[in-house]
Structure formats: structure tokens, C-alpha cells
């Protein structure tokens, strides 16, 4: 179950780039010298070494965005800084204007066994305190059940493909459902609505006749779902 391990400012980098283009899309040098406060020349220095590494595509002038190998390394940290903020906000009742920066101090050292006793003690929660979407584990489970039905951690095998949710995705975008999130009642729900793993999908578009529900096609049978089911969700990206 080891891996590798990766820097904790490589995974500061790979997270901003995440969460400004979590489907591929480019961000700018700019942006991330904004948001990491760092200057732009030092921003490109490591964008270059980040490309070396395989973690990015770099056009130099324009941006970076995400390779396979970055996006699965970017979701982690996200996953685990969010189930955290999560956790600190409604189990430890801190303070609204502390819990992001003690997520960011807790995320690089949660290892992937308390992230998932966190999820589990949180029952599987979707969002975290601001409203974003939290990931997906890489652990090769259909369901959230499975998982719960697995006691050895020792036991688990990593996911190899990454996901995305439908709410995360950019339309129109086609994909395999590979994870579906939540407790028996949310996926009786989804079961009900004719949609399970396997099942061929594509969004047709990301908010269906100005609501917040979401206009897909599974199977090929059109479907608009609510934004809480497009959360729990997950294609194979």
C-alpha cells in the first residue's frame, strides 16, 4: 500500500491547478502566482520541473494543465484537505475562518487509512463546508458499501483511472460510470432511476433549463438529475 511520496509544495501546485481546472483545463501562470502567492518567475521555474516529472503539460506564456499522472496525485490532496475541512467544521466545531488553513496544514500528513475512517465517520459526505465538491477515493470500490463491508485496510487496491462527477464535468462530455457515492438510501434512488456502474453516460449539459439539475443521457435514455445525485456520480475520466 506505500507509494511514493511527493513534496508537499509539488502537491500545494498540483491542488491550485485542481481547483481552477479539474477537467484539463489550462490555467495560467498568473493565476497561480496569485493564488500561491509565489512570483511568477519562480511559478514557471516549477511548472518546468512539474512537466519534467510528467505531472503537467506546459505551454510556456499560456499555462498548465494536468496530465493523468498530476490529476490523480491533485485529487488525493483535494479529497483529503476537503473531508478534513469537512471534519473540522462539523466534528471539531473550529472556527469558520481558521478551517482552511488548518486543513492545508493536516492534508499532507492524513494517510490514505484515516482518510477513509474520516469518510466513513462523516458517512461519505459529498460537499465540504464551502459547498465544493469533495473527490472521489482511488480505491477500487463500486460503492461506498463496499467499502464499509472491507474491514482490512491492507486488503484495499488502488483505483487505476481517475473520476470526475458529473458536476465536475464540462459538457458535452461522454464517459462509463465507475462509482456511485453515498448511504443505501441515495443509491436506491440513483438505482431507481434506471442508472447503475457500467452504464454508458453523457452529459448533455452541466445545468438543464437554467435550474440546478443536470440534462444526461444514459444508456440512452434522457434523464435530468439533481445536483445532489450529479455530486455522487463518477465517470471514468
Same mark, same amino acid.
Given at each position: 500500500?506505500? !507509494?511514493?511520496?511527493?513534496? %508537499?509544495?509539488?502537491?500545494?501546485?498540483?491542488?491550485?491547478?485542481?481547483?481552477?481546472?479539474?477537467?484539463?483545463?489550462?490555467?495560467?501562470?498568473?493565476?497561480?502566482?496569485?493564488?500561491?502567492?509565489?512570483?511568477?518567475?519562480?511559478?514557471?521555474?516549477?511548472?518546468?520541473?512539474? !512537466?519534467?516529472?510528467?505531472?503537467?503539460?506546459?505551454?510556456?506564456?499560456?499555462?498548465?494543465?494536468?496530465?493523468?499522472?498530476?490529476?490523480?496525485?491533485?485529487?488525493?490532496?483535494?479529497?483529503?484537505?476537503?473531508?478534513?475541512?469537512?471534519?473540522?467544521?462539523?466534528?471539531?466545531?473550529?472556527?469558520?475562518?481558521?478551517?482552511?488553513?488548518?486543513?492545508?496544514?493536516?492534508?499532507?500528513?492524513?494517510?490514505?487509512?484515516?482518510?477513509?475512517?474520516?469518510?466513513?465517520?462523516?458517512?461519505?459526505?459529498?460537499?465540504?463546508?464551502?459547498?465544493?465538491?469533495?473527490?472521489?477515493?482511488?480505491?477500487?470500490?463500486?460503492?461506498?458499501?463496499?467499502?464499509?463491508?472491507?474491514?482490512?485496510?491492507?486488503?484495499?487496491?488502488?483505483?487505476?483511472?481517475?473520476?470526475?462527477?458529473?458536476?465536475?464535468?464540462?459538457?458535452?462530455?461522454?464517459?462509463?460510470?465507475?462509482?456511485?457515492?453515498?448511504?443505501?438510501?441515495?443509491?436506491?434512488?440513483?438505482?431507481?432511476?434506471?442508472?447503475?456502474?457500467?452504464?454508458?453516460?453523457?452529459? %448533455?449539459?452541466?445545468?438543464?433549463?437554467?435550474?440546478?439539475?443536470?440534462?444526461?443521457?444514459?444508456?440512452?435514455?434522457?434523464?435530468?438529475?439533481?445536483? !445532489?445525485?450529479?455530486?455522487?456520480?463518477?465517470?471514468?475520466?
Amino acid at each position: 500500500m506505500a !507509494e511514493n511520496k511527493i513534496s %508537499e509544495n509539488i502537491e500545494e501546485y498540483l491542488e491550485v491547478l485542481y481547483r481552477n481546472g479539474s477537467n484539463k483545463e489550462q490555467v495560467s501562470t498568473t493565476q497561480l502566482s496569485k493564488e500561491l502567492n509565489i512570483a511568477p518567475g519562480s511559478v514557471t521555474q516549477m511548472l518546468k520541473k512539474l !512537466e519534467k516529472l510528467g505531472y503537467i503539460g506546459y505551454t510556456p506564456y499560456k499555462g498548465a494543465t494536468l496530465t493523468d499522472d498530476g490529476m490523480k496525485i491533485a485529487q488525493k490532496i483535494t479529497r483529503k484537505h476537503r473531508i478534513l475541512e469537512k471534519f473540522l467544521a462539523d466534528v471539531l466545531k473550529i472556527k469558520e475562518e481558521n478551517i482552511h488553513s488548518q486543513a492545508c496544514e493536516m492534508e499532507h500528513t492524513l494517510s490514505d487509512e484515516a482518510e477513509r475512517s474520516l469518510c466513513n465517520m462523516l458517512n461519505n459526505p459529498d460537499l465540504c463546508p464551502d459547498n465544493k465538491v469533495i473527490p472521489a477515493c482511488n480505491f477500487d470500490f463500486d460503492s461506498c458499501q463496499q467499502c464499509y463491508s472491507l474491514e482490512d485496510f491492507d486488503q484495499i487496491v488502488y483505483r487505476e483511472s481517475n473520476l470526475l462527477c458529473i458536476s465536475e464535468l464540462n459538457s458535452p462530455t461522454e464517459g462509463t460510470i465507475s462509482f456511485i457515492r453515498g448511504d443505501l438510501e441515495l443509491l436506491d434512488d440513483i438505482s431507481n432511476l434506471g442508472i447503475s456502474i457500467g452504464d454508458d453516460i453523457k452529459l %448533455e449539459y452541466n445545468k438543464a433549463f437554467d435550474s440546478d439539475d443536470y440534462f444526461v443521457v444514459i444508456n440512452d435514455n434522457e434523464l435530468t438529475i439533481s445536483s !445532489e445525485i450529479a455530486n455522487n456520480i463518477f465517470i471514468s475520466i
